[in-house]
């Protein structure tokens, strides 16, 4: 039979999830507002790649364009977001 039910549980502290929660909207606006400032064909492919967690075969059919333009999308896209972050940290 199992033990008692006073054995060491860790049990959620709600405050933290709600804490955690606001933290991971504000990120999540964050980021939506430094995609909003890449091209949109950046801004789409980024978030097929790694929002979506799409392939890059995946990203190139949904934008029309071949896999090397995909690639060079998202590549820029996430070279431009690092240059827009480090904007924000200075």
Same mark, same amino acid.
């Given at each position: 039979?199992?033990? +008692?039910?006073?054995?060491?549980?860790?049990? %959620?502290?709600?405050?933290?999830?709600?804490?955690?929660? %606001?933290?991971?909207?504000?990120?999540? @606006?964050?980021?939506?507002?430094?995609?909003?400032?890449? +091209?949109? %064909?950046?801004?789409?492919?980024?978030?097929?790649?790694?929002?979506?967690?799409?392939?890059?075969?995946?990203?190139? %059919?949904?934008? @029309?364009? +071949?896999?090397?333009?995909?690639?060079?999308?998202?590549?820029?896209?996430?070279?431009? /977001?690092?240059? /827009?972050?480090?904007?924000?940290?200075?």
């Amino acid at each position: 039979p199992p033990g +008692p039910l006073t054995e060491d549980v860790d049990v %959620a502290d709600p405050r933290q999830d709600v804490a955690g929660a %606001a933290e991971q909207r504000e990120t999540s @606006g964050e980021l939506a507002e430094l995609l909003a400032r890449l +091209p949109e %064909a950046q801004r789409e492919a980024v978030v097929l790649r790694h929002v979506a967690d799409l392939s890059i075969g995946e990203v190139a %059919a949904i934008l @029309g364009v +071949p896999e090397g333009t995909a690639k060079s999308h998202v590549s820029r896209g996430l070279k431009k /977001l690092r240059e /827009l972050t480090q904007e924000g940290v200075r």
